[in-house]
């Protein structure tokens, strides 16, 4: 039994002694350097460049401009594709941008024999633009007269979508309602993955090769032949060990681009890799969105109908556009029971700012931020204890949501609060902190969390698994799915181990992802590898014990209906499951036999077309120092029911770092635009607050385990969850120290300030 | 249909333009380099070694010794492995040699930071031996009193064999018999492969990673791990490109010592790459033979009997062993059939010199040698001509090999000597030359040529294939078969394009084979992989066009048997093939159905259950300089039956290097040890003499194509059979020119003119 088991990680040893090869650990020294020039300013056209002074310069193999790139658009999301155009991601980029959307766009590439010629080639081309006003938020940009990003996209909305559930002017009319109100906002935000985007391409016999630092190597293959406009097998994709991605890496950054600058120079190796600064001004950040919420319920507390409005601010360029707010829509929709209708009208707008895309949690930190700081409200305002107007209000057990058909089987939500509710004691403390005074105060807060596991219905959910028997009885495995850091690798292991009977320590896992030859699978999002990948694992695991059985048959003369596989030998059912002879002896013979030689291996696709709720809560208690406008998080805990735990230990390794973006999210970071140009004005680490170890409390992470049925382990998402409470429970925290509702974060002593002020405290 | 068609081969591209990855290319520039100290007696033991000079020396990492490695010994040799220990290879080597038996075994191994350091290291490494006598021939080996080189060998025997067809003994009682003898003796060669013999290793995850120029990588899997004493399956062997082979590299040579080398030094990346000198003293070399004839014929030229006895030289330690005798008894027994009866009496013997192994043509140029030279010397003197001589007593059609089942289904052997016959004007130039005076004289001769194709049934052969099908309805394919120079990627994909229907451009060949996810096959040798491998591409091919046609009957609603997959679409039968649609519009529907998707792979094992004779001769042309001792090589021509040819023009390749081998054999190449100490005198590219382009005549290839039955293709070996019979051609040219019979090669200016010394020429 290795599952539930926090057995160490298989790449703890590489990883931790630094042998572990990255994306740049393995490109040749003799690689061509590409650098990319990006506009200077945030809107308009690029009307002339001169190259001459770049092309004189010694080094410079090549200048390529946004005049030279094909004029077809592309997609850049990493997300299945659909033979159904309506499925299609916005294609509103070319390789280099001559129409420039924001400060920072790329409009020409330099490819250089080092990279101290590529910057100053770089440096040596003059652009002349045409520059247009630039917009910065949506609802600047969805104003008359605005400027306009994209053609195709009027009023530069991207996508907008209204959905009733009920009949909602009727139900706002009951008498007797008690109506709140609240708009929220959250910020830009950057990933800041620790390793930077990279990549590397090359030409092997006509095909294209990219190494790259990404979480979807299959999809960045599709998406590099779409770019390029050549067949999709004539791409090939490789992905090493990656050094962090949350979502910024389920994207296609610059991969296309390599691969084409790679073959304006016939073929030869090329990397192209980011600088910090790049990756902040010019990569993905998160969606900022603005959304006005509106409930109306009865005196006892009890929901009847809700509005949700919401603006979220696309950027520049399509990415993964309408489906983060539309993600968010599902946590308004299914966490909280509208006794009778609810509405929704979500907007996707561009804007003159970096494209957003995907980030772990994909829509729902925003959503979760807006309604559980609008259910705290309402609970204050009514008196109510805010666990007990939870409860009453909250999703259901039983609830089936009438799109996805998700059931929300188990009373996790509760059993995650009652957790979360004894460890930060807070019965306790919410009477001890009830009616503090002077500038340094206490409070605790919470927030439930909504999230939905992999993507079904919305896009296909396929994983393919392969296993290799070894003669030793070992075994080597292959899937699409994405070791990016979270352990995958690991939890892979112990699945592959305990459907087949082997130790996982016979299980390797071939990390590193190859698109012509690694099983075809979506990679790392949507928190659905051990959910997705597991059905694979499973279905390839029961195939080759299988045939291992099946060849142990003919080895014992004993019908394989009586034999087992356990702890890597082949046993006897019948007689007390009586050890015959290991796994290895079998595999050498099936190896070698005269007359039945086999290499015994399977690979199969499993499709899963169901998804699973994966819910929690956290629970964060805080110190308000009111003059200096400063929190300090005391404690922090998330509660999350992931179904059942592969891996205790890296489980909880996953709830940390996720509480840790949240806490970020909550009080620190944010990207800050020039509103006279456009610019990023922090789009580095120092400037650009992420938070340090000092900034953390312990971090408390617990699980409730309530079995998933749907997954042959059990399991559900547990990647992006834990990011996604922690912001409005601290939020809550405040407001329950200080009295004042903050609809807005990061909680950064500059907004505080001012609120406090506006509330009279200071 | 591809196949048939001389396509350019599919790694032409990037070899001709260098961009090809060979093993050297891909290592890591901060390796450590680890060299070989190599033993300065010929037989012996190393009593001390005194170290500590190289290890103070700056830059050297860890000095291990022939102490310090572990005492089992593990065979060598590139063999399917066996279950039953009768069909092991022998077991008599360490990683590193305490007991030294030939100058140039290795006896200690120095791991530096840089090559100079390691080089200075072994420099300064101090030895001091123990010295006995030494034997570099069989025949002094078996001598009583002769040095004994195993224990468990008496009278240095590794092996010897006996075996009578028919009753020999009253066979040759007829009465009326005439009775020839004749001696052979072949030289001692080494193989010349461009790319040197070298290795990289390093750790990762606890598991040794090898990158090696190796013709067999899944064998080199097994053996490392033999010799290191650790599961197989914690190893993985990687072989990219590799410059050339001929059964050196069917053998595992240095990369057990790196692998162990690599653990001593913490799993650190570690290099070890053979100098050309060492190639030739301390790698493998054909085995030497001097094997004796004895013919009884009747008047009228009809073989009775014949017995064959062989002395095969060894060398110093087993690793093909018996084998290269084995197969020239194959030659001698099934080439020519005698009347009555026959006998065989071989020995394979331990000698002082580098241990022999496999090289192509593995034992049949050496008996073909001695069989051909002795079949003309017996036609001349019985006046009659070679050719009906031949015709009289060769192989029957419809002879059955009773070991192996082969059969003689055509009239190959007739069919190629009258191909060759016509091309070189046979008739018109014995009349010319018969008659010739003076010291410049001109003839021609000829050999016929035995080869059976594939191992079975000494050992086991399977192959086993996988195919992955992308979107574009390109393929990739992936064997352990191995791409050595030869093109076999070339007609692999030949074979996979004609049987599934698709153009041989969209079948992508992984070229590089790793034993972690490469399908289990044996690798390049006994010119097995067109006819095993064959086998196994065309039961992938098979499947995977199941797979698809039962796809398209979904997608089509039609069903499978009325639709095939002709040229890259899907066609209806009934509709006289009308395209349907392309296979890239079904693939992709087919990745990305919302209710079936899946991604479509094969894998397949084919065992192999038969062999095929691979038939042919070889005409020669010469002029003899009689005074200077001289050949001149006007003409030489290959015919071969190799059954269908996959790719003319990668066939006709394949004969010029064989050719080209050839005549080094016939004419030039020899190791020469000296007797006085057993040192190799001319183990470099300037001393050991190839033959250049300026001994090269234009070389002609010419092919009978009768299909073969037991091949899914109608292919056999052609790999290593062009090689076999010009040695004999040239020296029974010298024959003719001169009347001289040689019957040992190199016809080398120095034994020729002491032979034409002999002869009274000079």
Redo the contacts between chains.
């Keep these: 039994m290795s599952i539930g088991q926090s057995i160490p990680r298989?790449?703890a040893?590489?990883k931790v002694s630094g042998?572990a090869k990255y994306t740049d650990d393995l490109v040749d020294?003799n690689a061509l350097i590409c650098k990319v020039l990006h506009s200077t300013i945030a809107n308009g056209l690029v009307r002339k460049m001169d190259i001459s002074g770049a092309e004189s310069i010694p080094g410079v193999v090549k200048v390529i401009t946004c005049f030279d790139v094909p004029d077809f658009p592309y997609p850049t999301a990493g997300h299945?594709?659909?033979?159904d155009p309506a499925h299609w991601d916005p294609m509103d980029r070319r390789l280099l941008n001559k129409r420039v959307r924001f400060y920072g766009d790329d409009i020409a590439a330099v490819v250089a024999v080092d990279e101290i010629s590529a910057s100053r080639a770089l440096r040596a081309i003059k652009v002349e633009y045409e520059e247009y006003p630039f917009v910065l938020s949506p609802e600047e940009a969805m104003k008359e007269g605005a400027p306009l990003l994209h053609e195709e996209s009027p009023g530069n909305i991207l996508k907008s979508t209204k959905i009733e559930d009920g009949d909602f002017e009727a139900a706002i009319k009951e008498e007797g309602l008690i109506c709140f109100e609240g708009v929220y906002e959250t910020p830009i935000v950057q990933h800041c993955h620790i390793e930077s985007v990279t990549s590397w391409a090359?030409?092997?016999?006509?095909?294209i090769v990219v190494t790259s630092s990404t979480q979807i190597p299959h999809i960045v293959r599709?998406i590099v032949?779409q770019a390029l406009g050549i067949?999709?097998?004539?791409v090939r994709i490789i992905k090493p060990y990656i050094g962090g991605g949350f979502g910024n890496k389920q994207d296609s950054l610059y991969e296309p681009l390599n691969a084409f600058v790679c073959k304006q120079v016939g073929?030869r190796l090329v990397k192209l890799e980011l600088t910090r600064e790049e990756v902040f001004s010019s990569t993905r950040v998160r969606h900022a969105e603005k959304i006005y919420l509106k409930s109306w319920l009865r005196p006892n507390g009890r929901l009847v109908a809700r509005s949700y409005t919401a603006y979220s601010n696309q950027g520049a360029y399509g990415s993964h556009g309408h489906g983060i707010a539309a993600k968010g829509t599902n946590v308004f929709r299914q966490l909280y029971n509208d006794e009778k209708a609810r509405r929704t009208e979500i907007f996707t707008v561009y804007t003159n700012t970096a494209a957003a895309g995907a980030m772990r949690g994909y829509g729902t930190p925003q959503a979760v931020f807006a309604v559980e700081s609008h259910i705290e409200d309402i609970a204050r305002s009514m008196n109510m204890d805010p666990l007990e107007f939870r409860f009453l209000n909250m999703m259901p057990v039983g609830y089936v949501d009438p799109f996805t058909k998700n059931v929300n089987r188990f009373d996790s939500l509760r059993q995650c609060v009652e957790k979360g509710r004894e460890w930060i004691k807070w019965d306790e403390k919410r009477e001890r902190y009830a009616n503090q005074t002077g500038p340094v105060r206490r409070g605790i807060g919470m927030s439930l969390l909504w999230y939905n596991t992999a993507v079904w219905p919305i896009s296909?959910e396929?994983s393919?698994c392969?296993m290799?028997l070894?003669?030793?009885?070992?075994?080597?495995m292959?899937l699409g799915e994405t070791e990016i850091g979270q352990g995958a690798d690991t939890v892979f292991a112990q699945m592959a181990g305990e459907t087949l009977g082997i130790p996982w320590e016979?299980i390797?896992v071939?990390s590193a992802q190859d698109t012509?030859?690694t099983?075809?699978g979506f990679g790392a999002y949507g928190s659905r590898q051990t959910y997705v990948g597991g059905a694979s694992i499973h279905k390839a695991a029961l195939m080759l014990k299988e045939k291992i059985l099946r060849c142990a048959e003919r080895y014992n003369k004993i019908a394989a209906a009586d034999l087992d596989l356990i702890d890597g030998s082949i046993v006897q059912i019948s007689k007390n499951n009586e050890k015959l002879h290991s796994l290895?002896e079998l595999a050498?013979?099936t190896?070698?036999?005269?007359?039945?030689?086999?290499?015994l291996?399977v690979?199969v696709?499993a499709?899963v077309k169901s998804n699973a709720l994966s819910l929690g809560c956290a629970f964060a208690e805080v110190e308000v120092d009111i003059p200096l406008g400063k929190i300090t998080l005391l404690n922090l805990i998330n509660c999350h029911d992931c179904g059942r735990l592969i891996n205790p230990k890296t489980a909880e390794g996953q709830v940390h770092g996720g509480m840790s973006m949240a806490i970020g999210f909550g009080i620190y970071e944010k990207m800050l635009y020039d509103p006279k140009t456009g610019e990023l004005l922090n789009g580095n680490l120092l400037d650009y607050k992420l938070p340090t170890i000092l900034e953390h409390p312990r971090l408390e992470g617990q699980f409730v385990e309530n079995p998933e049925p749907t997954s042959p382990y059990g399991t559900k998402g547990l990647g992006e969850p834990p990011t996604v409470p922690g912001a409005p429970a601290i939020r809550n925290a405040v407001l329950h120290a200080t009295g004042v509702s903050i609809n807005s974060i990061p909680l950064s002593p500059h907004l505080l300030f001012s609120e406090f002020q506006k509330a009279g405290l200071i």
């Design positions: 298989v790449d040893w590489e042998k020294r299945p594709w659909s033979t090359y030409m092997e016999n006509g095909r599709r032949a067949p999709w097998g004539e073929g296909i396929v393919s392969r290799v070894n003669q030793d009885g070992s075994i080597q292959q016979k390797h071939i012509d030859i099983p075809f290895a050498t013979d190896f070698y036999h005269k007359e039945h030689a086999e290499h291996t690979e696709t499709q």
